[in-house]
Antibody
């Protein structure tokens, strides 16, 4: 069974940057599409970004376009989310998830990002 | 990328059935069959329950089912059990390589 482990969350000031990582145990990681999904405190799930297995296609929600960058290192079985120009409303638990049939079939436990001065 | 519309809450007694609706647009739910449903218990990560409108991943019981009509997808849970009490989210692929979630439904077992 595939396991995903996020890391890199923490407290950052508005306007700052943070890079999240997601380590995957998948034997086919280089073929797996991967997503980032976030959940603000007491709120619902929001899709953030998706990257294809070879990294050639990347898509973003309008709310993070131009500020966040999704990437991956298939040699390290690791997914990343570079978050710049952070705002208070980016405060959330960030989950990475593996795609299967345009759904998210495996999820990590999440990492918490808090944007506050 | 407008969020899909779900009822804020639903409830049912043990053994009964409940249905949660998820209304989107012709640009997402109405056109594509890539609708999925997730269960989330407090403090836990979401769990995939249904994909492609009505398909169940391995390990999800057959008392969980999904359907779709026009711009509205639905999740039905039959034979309600205490452990079904959770938040449920629908999600649809938008056809432009973006995904959109519903606002979530809190399901209470009375």
């Amino acid at each position: 069974e595939v396991q995903l482990v996020e890391s890199g969350g923490g407290l950052v000031q508005p306007g700052g940057s943070l890079r999240l990582s997601c380590a995957s145990s998948s034997l086919t990681f280089s073929k797996d599409w991967m997503h980032w999904v976030r959940q603000a405190p007491g709120a619902g799930l929001v899709w953030v970004s998706r990257i294809t297995g070879d990294g050639s296609r990347r898509n973003y929600a309008d709310s993070v376009k131009g500020r966040f960058t999704i990437s991956r290192d298939n040699a390290k079985n690791t997914l990343y989310l570079q978050m710049d120009s952070l705002r208070a409303d980016d405060t959330a638990v960030y989950y990475c998830a593996k795609d299967a049939y345009y759904a998210m079939d495996v999820w990590g436990k999440g990492t918490t990002v808090t944007v506050s001065s | 990328q407008s969020a899909l519309t779900q009822p804020r809450s639903v409830s049912g007694s043990p053994g009964q059935s409940i249905t949660i609706s998820c209304t989107g647009a012709s640009s997402d739910v109405g056109t594509f069959n890539h609708v999925s449903w997730y269960q989330q218990h407090p403090g836990k990560a979401p769990k995939l329950m249904i994909y492609d409108v009505n398909k169940r991943p391995s390990g999800v019981p057959d008392r969980i089912s999904g359907s779709k009509s026009d711009n509205t997808a639905s999740l039905t849970i039959s034979g309600l059990q205490a452990e079904d009490e959770a938040d449920y989210y629908c999600c649809s692929w938008g056809g432009t390589n973006t995904w959109v979630f519903g606002g979530g439904t809190k399901m209470t077992v009375l």
